[in-house]
Structures are given as C-alpha cells and as structure tokens.
C-alpha cells in the first residue's frame, strides 16, 4: 500500500515537473529601437511621405532622423546612383526626372535607408530532447520593412519602400548524438 502511494507521488511530481519544463525552454526577441511597432504603422507613416512637399524637418518629426533612429542609413548620391542603376540596369536617363535632377547635383543629393525588424525566436518541444541537443525546435516570427527616401536639399523626391509585413520561419536541429554529436571533431584535433 506504501508502494502504490509512494509510486502515485512520484508520478504526479514527474508529470507536473515535465509538463512545466517546456516553459524552461528560452525565447529571444530581436527588437531594434523602433519608431514603429508593427509593420502597418511603418506602412502608415511612410504613406505621409509626398515627393515635392514632405522637408527634412517633417521626416524627423515622423521618427525618420539618422541622428536618432537606428538603422537608419544615410546615404551620398554615389550610395543612391549605385542602388537605383545596379538594381535595374537600367541607365541614368530611365529614372524619374527628379531623381536624375537630384543626382545631377551630387552634394545637394542624399537619401536615407531605413531598415526596421522585430524578431521574435521561440523555442518549442520537449525540454529534455532540446537541453540534451538531441532535437531543438525554433519558431521566428516577426516583421520587416525597408524604404528609401531621396533628398534633394532638404526635400523629399522620391521613395521606395518593400517588406515582410509577416515573418514566420520554423527551424529544427537533430542531432542523433545529442550532446556528443560534436565530440569526434574535438577529439581529433587534439
């Protein structure tokens, strides 16, 4: 009769101790500084940007400042003629007019790269098979945007904006071995 209960408690306390080890498993978030937090807001305050009439103070005011936003790359116009001709192969005179004006000038001539991620790394399964390396499984999920903005003096000529508005990647590492999958290699460079 002591038996059986001793055995009942030790089920109860493994099932309780293995159902609560997946929350054992780490997590990670890749979060820069961001201006926005989704991709629809990043979406939504790049559509305020018009060529001709958006200046370089109202890009600051929108969180678009190099000086204060991370990853947000200026550029020179050699930056911006070597982004816009390499990606198309296309020549100088097939770009809108106002960026031709805008390189022409060189100096004068600038743009900002924004590129903005939120990445969240999940890992998932079981605790033990993932503590012991034998299995580890990982969900990525997160969003992306990416725009370019050109200068000319202190007023916006032209953007360009891409993205991931969805990010979801799953990875998974088997090692048959677990933890000594890497041991040969070691051992053999002794």
């Not at 890992?123 to 503590?131: K, T």
């Not at 299995?135 to 725009?147: D, H, L, T, Y």
Request: proline fraction near 6%; hydrophobic fraction near 40%.
């Amino acid at each position: 009769m002591l038996i059986k209960k001793t055995h009942r408690i030790c089920v109860v306390f493994l099932s309780l101790g293995v159902s609560a080890c997946a929350s054992l498993l780490p997590s990670t978030k890749q979060i820069n500084d961001l201006p926005w937090n989704s991709y629809q807001q990043a979406q939504q305050v790049f559509a305020l940007i018009t060529p001709t009439q958006t200046r370089l103070p109202d890009l600051q005011k929108m969180g678009i400042d190099p000086d204060k936003t991370p990853n947000v790359t200026l550029l020179n116009h050699a930056d911006v003629t070597r982004r816009l001709v390499a990606i198309s192969t296309l020549e100088i005179s097939f770009l809108p007019p106002l960026v031709q004006q805008c390189l022409a000038s060189y100096t004068e001539c600038f743009a900002f790269q924004i590129e903005q991620k939120r990445l969240d790394r999940k890992r998932y399964g079981n605790f033990w098979l993932d503590f012991l390396t034998f299995n580890r499984k990982v969900e990525i999920s997160g969003w992306q945007f990416e725009a370019l903005i050109i200068m000319h003096k202190d007023v916006v000529v032209y953007k360009l904006w891409t993205g991931k508005p969805t990010i979801l990647q799953l990875e998974e590492e088997r090692n048959p071995l677990g933890p000594l999958q890497g041991a040969g290699s070691s051992i053999l460079k002794r």
